[in-house]
């Protein structure tokens, strides 16, 4: 399977910590690509900053010698989905966001989003009512104060209040934790052993859901040569 996962912040090192989980989730003889947009935002925080990121997530794509099999869309916006899927209809496309949701729909039980700032606190909401499971949702728990240093610094500086608003968030009912936003990458394994209830990373998910499409569609081509 070759995947192309691409960050559509511009930040390296947000870059680097998705990487860093898609490998972690990928199988043996898995190809993974993981790049940052070719221009925009350092952190989308905006719909003006989706906006742009958008087309930094279709160049990415445009400027790659060959087509992967499939695509992720590395922020919890799942920035250029609908563009990507617009031009390149025949290669599954999934965002971090509807990966996440989608393991929360399986799951079928209340959750929580932790994430690490106010101002990216309302999208994350929003994408869960968006996908379906707004009524599964508890609430969003994030830092209180606004971001102000390398975003791709959160996990790490933040980690012990993160973790401190998860274990908040499992004692108020949630059975569930995802990690909102590409900062956040890997950082649920750090955090489930400690917390109790499943805690879902949305590029770990998306690895998954994608490789699940594309045995779907496998088979699915394999009854359609047979019945011919």
């Not at 606190?121 to 102000?148: F, M, N, W």
């Not at 933040?158 to 956040?184: H, K, S, T, W, Y």
């Amino acid at each position: 399977m070759r995947v192309l996962v691409i960050n559509p912040n511009t930040s390296q090192g947000i870059t680097d910590r998705i990487a860093q989980a898609a490998l972690s989730a990928a199988h043996p003889g898995d190809h993974v690509t993981t790049l940052s947009a070719a221009f925009g935002p350092e952190l989308i925080v905006t719909p003006e900053d989706g906006a742009e990121a958008a087309r930094g997530v279709v160049e990415t794509i445009q400027s790659q010698a060959s087509l992967p099999d499939a695509i992720i869309l590395a922020s919890f916006g799942d920035t250029g989905s609908e563009q990507v899927r617009a031009l390149w209809p025949n290669i599954p496309v999934i965002g971090i966001a509807e990966a996440a949701l989608e393991s929360v729909r399986q799951i079928g039980k209340p959750f929580a989003i932790v994430t690490f700032a106010p101002e990216v606190a309302p999208p994350l909401r929003d994408k869960a009512i968006e996908h379906g499971v707004g009524h599964q949702l508890i609430g969003v728990a994030y830092h209180p104060e606004a971001l102000h240093d390398d975003p791709a610094d959160v996990a790490d500086a933040l980690f012990e209040e993160l973790l401190d608003l998860c274990r908040a968030c499992a004692r108020d009912g949630a059975q569930a934790i995802v990690m909102g936003g590409g900062p956040l990458a890997g950082l649920a394994a750090r955090i489930a052993p400690l917390c109790g209830v499943p805690i879902i990373d949305g590029t770990v998910e998306a690895i998954r859901h994608i490789r699940d499409r594309i045995t779907t569609q496998a088979l699915l081509s394999q009854t359609a040569d047979t019945r011919s």
